[in-house]
């Protein structure tokens, strides 16, 4: 594993990851986790898409309700 110590203990070898690159890692997630949040990042979208499934099934609902209620 890069960036990783052994450490012995129990009879075993284990890798754990060096604080640096688990920092690293915490940083570019951070980033990442920002970047989407943002207006036009992949949660926005997702969002958006979400709000308009349910507006748009919830209108074509009442359409149907509608439609049955005139007999058509």
Request: with cysteine.
């Amino acid at each position: 594993m890069e960036g990783a110590k052994s450490l012995h203990g129990c009879g075993a070898i284990r890798k754990l990851p060096c604080r640096h690159h688990l920092e690293g890692n915490a940083e570019e997630w951070k980033r990442l986790a920002v970047e989407a949040g943002r207006e036009g990042g992949s949660c926005d979208k997702n969002m958006e898409a979400f709000v308009d499934e349910i507006m748009f099934s919830k209108a074509d609902e009442v359409k149907d309700k509608d439609d049955c209620s005139k007999g058509i």
